[in-house]
T-cell receptor, first 111, second 114 residues
Framework: SQKIEQNSEALNIQEGKTATLTCNYT??????LQWYRQDPGRGPVFLLL?????KEKRKERLKVTFDTTLKQSLFHITASQPADSATYLC??????????FGSGTRLSIRP | EAGVAQSPRYKIIEKRQSVAFWCNPI?????LYWYQQILGQGPKLLIQ????????DSQLPKDRFSAERLKGVDSTLKIQPAKLEDSAVYLC????????????FGPGTRLTVT
């Protein structure tokens, strides 16, 4: 069955730098991949979706890449701010109707 | 636009007791999901409804968990009897019907079983 691997260790970076988070999957390449943000005590919030035929997607300071050869997606936040501190979840379809989530990577931006 | 509403926000019960959670999805969203999120893990799908029909309940522990979505709008998730390992946040999400849809999540209900 499809599995998602996200770095379970927290990522701590300096404000203004680019944060890069990794999402690896194990089996077949999914038709698309989603990234969500989750703050403590809140539900996940959708950020970006990238399809298998797209190499890169951007939204303001966010950029997502999708490499089906490496079975990997990278999530970048440029010019990071303390307000970007949160847990970021990767999600992809495991079947026609079901989406599975990774365990998330906690990002901390220090001033 | 109002978001996904859930209640209660917090619940503490003893093991073997029962508990129910309520979810009101975004108006017009035909698909509704219940997830269990254990601390430090990602959300795990328990059950997915489209209108009032079940699309996927393969990971729902049916000996103790049940869910319904009467009239294709609100939904309730029940646990009876609860076990210690049921301590988690229970998230409800909804989405429009489509091939690829982003999910809108509610704030969740934090359940502690003692």
């Amino acid at each position: 069955s499809q599995k998602i691997e996200q770095n379970s260790e927290a990522l701590n970076i300096q404000e203004g730098k680019t944060a890069t988070l990794t999402c690896n999957y194990t089996n077949y390449s999914p038709a698309y991949l989603q990234w969500y943000r989750q703050d403590p005590g809140r539900g996940p919030v959708f950020l970006l979706l990238i399809r298998e035929n797209e190499k890169e997607k951007r939204k303001e300071r966010l950029k997502v890449t999708f490499d089906t050869t490496l079975k990997q997606s990278l999530f970048h936040i440029t010019a990071s701010q303390p307000a970007d501190s949160a847990t970021y979840l990767c999600a992809l379809p495991s079947s026609a109707s079901k989406i599975i989530f990774g365990s998330g990577t906690r990002l901390s931006i220090r001033p | 636009e109002a978001g996904v509403a859930q209640s209660p926000r917090y619940k503490i019960i003893e093991k073997r007791q029962s508990v129910a959670f309520w979810c009101n999805p975004i108006s017009g969203h035909a698909t509704l999901y219940w997830y269990q999120q254990i601390l430090g893990q990602g959300p795990k799908l328990l059950i997915q409804f489209q209108n009032n029909g079940v699309v996927d309940d393969s990971q729902l522990p049916k000996d103790r968990f049940s869910a319904e979505r009467l009239k294709g709008v609100d939904s309730t998730l029940k646990i009876q009897p609860a076990k210690l390992e049921d301590s988690a946040v229970y998230l409800c999400a909804s989405s429009l019907v489509g091939e690829i849809e982003e999910q809108y999540f509610g704030p969740g209900t934090r359940l502690t079983v003692t």
